[in-house]
């Protein structure tokens, strides 16, 4: 069986640890009343499409040898980087739902009294708990030496994210307006916003889900307005 193999030993102790966290937070946050809701039928498909790529094919693969026709040699650099980015990824994922507390929720939802955070991982990114699962995704792909199961998450949860995020940051937009809009100017979606860097993606403000924003504003805003570290 391929789990007891060192490196997928590691990603099954990785697994369990996502695992925790996530029911862990998920227990508290479960008898939170919600106000709005946006759990359509978009919504449960995609999240029922992350099934087979984060849960069921990776125990396939380690348990059975069921997906033996998609197995491959991986070098071990690539397997420590895989590692790696899964320790950045449970690290993150756990802060941003210590950060987002009883904010989260599984799907699009906003709850009684929900609160904008902007706080902790939060003040650098909006979407720390998304930048948390593309690393998962890609370090998961890095440590199965499966192309199946390692690496099919990938364009699942790309299309997750694609989908999801726009659909997002309108709620957000829609419940804390010029809050949100003024969050949104120093932060980045999944990349922190630095210098020359951040300045440029401000611009791009407009073809995101905050749609009232404009560009004649996130041009005002890409110069000294930036202010990531406030
Ligand atoms: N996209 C965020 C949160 C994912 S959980 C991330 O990747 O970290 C999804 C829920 O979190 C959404 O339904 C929304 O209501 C809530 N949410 C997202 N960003 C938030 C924020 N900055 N403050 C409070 N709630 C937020």
Redesign the pocket.
């Known amino acids: 069986m391929n789990v007891t193999q060192p490196w997928n030993v590691v990603f099954l102790l990785g697994f369990i640890v996502f695992f925790v966290i996530r029911f862990g937070y998920a227990r508290a946050a479960k008898h939170e009343s919600r106000s709005i809701s946006r759990f359509g039928w978009l919504e449960k498909f995609l999240l029922a499409l992350m099934f087979p790529p984060t849960v069921l094919l990776p125990l396939l693969y380690l348990f059975t040898p069921l997906l033996a026709f998609a197995d491959y040699e991986i070098t071990s650099v690539v397997h420590w980087i895989g590692a790696t980015l899964m320790v950045i990824a449970l690290w993150l994922f756990w802060r941003?739902h210590a950060d987002?507390g009883m904010?989260?929720?599984?799907?699009?939802?906003?709850r009684d009294g929900?609160?904008?955070?902007?706080h902790g991982v939060?003040r650098f990114i909006?979407?720390?708990?998304?930048?948390?699962i593309w690393l998962w995704s890609v370090g998961q792909g890095m440590l199965l030496a499966n192309w199946l199961a390692g690496w099919s998450v990938v364009p699942v949860f790309a299309a997750m994210y694609w989908l999801r995020?726009p659909r997002?940051e309108d709620?957000?937009c829609q419940m804390f307006g010029d809050q949100y809009r003024t969050?949104m100017r120093t932060t980045g979606r999944i990349v922190p916003r630095f210098g020359i860097v951040g300045k440029r993606r401000a611009d791009e403000f407009s073809e995101y889900g905050c749609q009232q924003l404009t560009a004649a504003e996130s041009v005002q805003t890409s110069s000294e307005d930036v202010r990531p570290f406030e």
Request: negative net charge; charged residues 15%.
């Open positions: 941003s987002l904010n989260w929720s599984v799907s699009l939802e906003l929900h609160e904008l955070v902007t939060y909006r979407h720390p708990m998304y930048a948390a995020t997002e709620l957000m969050y």
